[in-house]
């Protein structure tokens, strides 16, 4: 029944940006929301993504998750692999920005539940800015040092 409240609360605050319609399908969404967020330890409230998180190298070595296990999660098809994965990862990182990974969770559901999913480009895509936060952040000497080029030598080398 909580569910049930909570997804009649965000339905009603939405708008057309907000992934939420009234229909079945959204009750469906909010409660695999729900059980992931039940896992999550401790709001973090840092606006960072579970990602980056994830990314993060523990004792100056590896990232929180391996990267097997990462791509592992980017490529869930469908809620129940997603849910799976998802738990995972809240599990793995005990704390997380609540709002952020609801956000990210029911968005990425909207994009892969989407009946034209070819029309979202793949950088405005939530999957997208996952890889992106969880490998910067999982090399950050290799990202600060990293210059572009700037002669035709340094790019032909």
């Known amino acids: ?22 229909e079945t399908g959204s009750y ?4 695999l929301v729900a059980g992931v967020l039940s896992h999550v330890l401790k709001d973090a409230n840092r606006g960072e993504t579970l990602a980056a998180q994830l990314g993060k190298p523990v004792a100056g070595e590896r990232p929180l998750m391996n990267e097997l296990r990462f ?23 005990r704390e997380a920005d609540v709002a952020q990974v609801a956000d990210d969770l029911l968005t990425w559901l909207a994009e892969l539940q989407s009946p034209s999913p070819a ?9 997208f800015h996952w890889a992106y936060d969880y490998y910067l952040a999982s090399k950050p000497e290799e ?4 210059q572009d080029p700037v002669s035709d030598e340094e790019i032909n080398a």
């Open 143 to 146: 990202a600060g040092a990293r």
């Open 119 to 127: 029309l979202i480009r793949a950088h405005d895509s939530v999957k």
């Open 1 to 22: 029944q909580s569910v049930f409240v909570l997804a009649r609360g965000l339905i009603r605050r939405g708008d057309d940006c907000w992934p939420l319609r009234d």
């Open 28 to 31: 469906d969404r909010v409660a």
């Open 71 to 93: 791509q592992s999660l980017l490529r869930a098809r469908d809620a129940s692999e997603l849910f799976l994965q998802w738990r995972r990862a809240v599990q793995l990182a």
